[in-house]
């Protein structure tokens, strides 16, 4: 039987990351993945898999934080930090468990599990909620943000504006 050829794509990290977990969830191969998700809906439906699409694909937004080459998009700074940190926690949740050791300042931790432990001296100030469970504060600005993913860098191994950046689409 032969072999059909060979090629080599890139793909971004995450989304080779990705594939990986989905492999280990369902014992198939990438190539078996990539195939089923490429073929028409059996519902009747000719949508693009759930799966094939990116959670954080909203183009019209103001913000983007590539993380790893993977645009993660939001329409106000907390909301970009949070997408960003979920899709972190999906590559890496230990990187995430060491970043919520760091502070931006003396007074707020830049995440926390507890929603507390962000403004941990004026808990009455406002936080959000990652998707993977995160806490952070919404009141930040785009210099505070690019700390905190600069501080996000420096525990992940990361370099900023290589590995991560942050982007205002509006300031062109």
Same mark, same amino acid.
């Given at each position: 039987?032969?072999?059909?050829?060979?090629?080599?794509?890139?793909?971004?990290?995450?989304?080779?990351?990705?594939?990986?977990?989905?492999?280990?969830?369902?014992?198939?191969?990438?190539?078996?993945?990539?195939?089923?998700?490429?073929?028409?809906?059996?519902?009747? !439906?000719?949508?693009?898999?759930?799966?094939?699409?990116?959670?954080?694909? !909203? !183009?019209?937004?103001?913000?983007?934080?590539?993380? /790893?080459?993977?645009?993660?998009?939001?329409?106000? /700074?907390?909301?970009?930090?949070?997408?960003?940190?979920?899709?972190?926690?999906? /590559?890496?949740?230990?990187?995430?468990?060491?970043?919520?050791?760091?502070?931006?300042?003396?007074?707020?931790?830049?995440?926390?599990?507890?929603?507390?432990?962000?403004?941990?001296?004026?808990?009455?100030?406002?936080?959000? !909620?990652?998707?993977?469970?995160?806490?952070?504060?919404?009141?930040?600005?785009?210099?505070?943000?690019?700390?905190?993913?600069?501080?996000?860098?420096?525990?992940?191994?990361?370099?900023?504006?290589?590995?991560?950046? /942050?982007?205002?689409?509006?300031?062109?």
């Amino acid at each position: 039987m032969t072999q059909p050829p060979e090629i080599m794509v890139a793909l971004s990290e995450a989304n080779v990351a990705d594939l990986f977990s989905l492999r280990q969830q369902n014992g198939e191969s990438i190539n078996d993945i990539v195939t089923r998700l490429l073929e028409p809906s059996t519902t009747g !439906k000719e949508d693009t898999p759930k799966q094939a699409i990116s959670p954080y694909a !909203k !183009k019209a937004h103001r913000y983007v934080c590539y993380v /790893l080459g993977e645009p993660i998009y939001g329409e106000t /700074l907390p909301a970009v930090f949070g997408n960003a940190i979920d899709e972190i926690h999906k /590559l890496d949740p230990e990187v995430l468990e060491q970043l919520a050791n760091s502070r931006i300042s003396h007074q707020r931790a830049i995440i926390s599990k507890d929603r507390i432990g962000v403004h941990f001296k004026s808990p009455h100030l406002e936080v959000a !909620k990652s998707q993977s469970g995160w806490w952070f504060s919404k009141i930040v600005s785009q210099e505070q943000v690019t700390r905190m993913l600069k501080e996000l860098c420096k525990v992940a191994g990361f370099e900023f504006g290589v590995d991560i950046r /942050l982007e205002d689409t509006h300031r062109n």
